[in-house]
């Protein structure tokens, strides 16, 4: 079977065919195949992708904890402007394009429009495309969007103290466990040892000032995984020699079985209990903790409705950004990417080609006050 050639990879671009050569080869090698594809450009090839709510300032500080206040404060002032929207993502779509900081990042389907925001500033600064493909499947449109991305908007969710109470019911629940388990002779010393590796994780992350609910993720998927390894290991052991297995054996086996049991009715009770203060209504019920917390914790990208003109000439669509992470994390770090230099003596060029097939700041934001800026540079005073 004959192969597409494809062209080479291109570090920096010099003028607007080489990006349509490599999109169009991009279109191409995706066409049969479970992807979509977004773009993003930015002025500032050192800008980090964060949305605008949890982005730090120079201090450090960001918008994060007020973000639920930010969201009812604007529908208390402004209720009329929110008529015609009928979910919370349509109502943070109307705020970002106001200028409310949100956990919405815009991305584009269109290589142009994200070509045209990574030389918007002809300056003395490089700019930078980045390429993202998506699979399918992880491309919601509205309908299909998890309620968990907006979670903590239309009800204040405090999601470090739930974190942590977690922390505490695990840290509880597993040194429980272990001094338990310290008597039983015929217990594996290494599940031993893991389980007490895990109270000291749980301990460390408690007693961190500066909270991260990843490393709470991950301990908790390296804790579900631990315990299930070891009840396969020792069941599959117990019924190929049941008949010879002795009392102490079957103990030890309900032992490990015990533990899982007492993290199920953890589970459901955290589930439960967070559900409850959030308002939410889970489309399934997870029976691990880990596959729980995930929802909270992982950046979606999304087809808006097409409501407006903007969003129709940028071609927009947005990432939510997870409420369960913290400032510190950058979706071109989380979602896998590739990403192109746009020098900054090149973007000048780049902006005149564009106008020629109509990309020019005028056709990006139709409204009134953005015209009258854009006939107003076209027109310095002399």
Request: charged share 25%.
């Amino acid at each position: 079977m004959e192969q597409k050639s494809t062209p080479p990879m291109i570090t920096q671009l010099h003028q607007v065919s080489e990006w349509i050569e490599k999109i169009t080869s991009e279109d191409t090698a995706v066409e049969n195949e479970p992807f979509n594809l977004f773009y993003r450009g930015h002025s500032n090839k050192d800008y980090k992708l964060q949305a605008s709510a949890y982005r730090p300032n120079n201090d450090g500080y960001s918008f994060q904890e007020h973000e639920y206040r930010l969201y009812q404060e604007m529908l208390n002032r402004s209720p009329d402007a929110f008529t015609s929207d009928k979910t919370t993502f349509e109502r943070l779509v109307r705020m970002q394009h106001h200028g409310l900081p949100t956990r919405l990042l815009d991305v584009t389907t269109s290589a142009l429009v994200a070509l045209f925001f990574a030389c918007e500033t002809p300056s003395d600064i490089d700019g930078r495309l980045l390429l993202f493909r998506i699979q399918k499947r992880e491309t919601p449109f509205q309908s299909d969007l998890d309620e968990f991305v907006l979670a903590g908007l239309e009800v204040s969710a405090d999601f470090l103290l739930l974190s942590k109470n977690l922390i505490e019911y695990l840290q509880t629940t597993l040194t429980k466990c272990c001094t338990l388990y310290a008597r039983a002779e015929r217990l594996p010393e290494q599940y031993k040892h893991d389980l007490s590796n895990l109270v000291s994780s749980c301990t460390t992350i408690a007693q961190d000032t500066e909270f991260n609910y990843l490393k709470l993720l991950y301990i908790l998927m390296d804790m579900e995984k631990t315990i299930d390894d070891f009840f396969k290991l020792y069941k599959n052991r117990y019924d190929e020699n049941q008949a010879h297995t002795d009392t102490s054996k079957l103990i030890m086996l309900n032992n490990i079985a015990d533990l899982q049991l007492k993290l199920g009715d953890l589970t459901n009770k955290y589930i439960e209990i967070t559900c409850s203060q959030l308002k939410l209504s889970p489309r399934f019920k997870p029976s691990k903790l880990s596959e729980f917390l995930v929802q909270f914790a992982a950046f979606t990208c999304i087809f808006p409705p097409i409501n407006n003109e903007r969003i129709r000439r940028q071609q927009g669509a947005f990432f939510i950004h997870p409420p369960l992470i913290g400032t510190d994390a950058q979706i071109e770090l989380n979602v896998p990417n590739s990403s192109i230099l746009i020098s900054a003596k090149h973007k000048e060029k780049l902006l005149s080609e564009l106008a020629n097939i109509g990309i020019t700041r005028g056709y990006l934001f139709p409204e009134l006050e953005e015209q009258a800026k854009d006939i107003r540079k076209r027109y310095p005073p002399k």
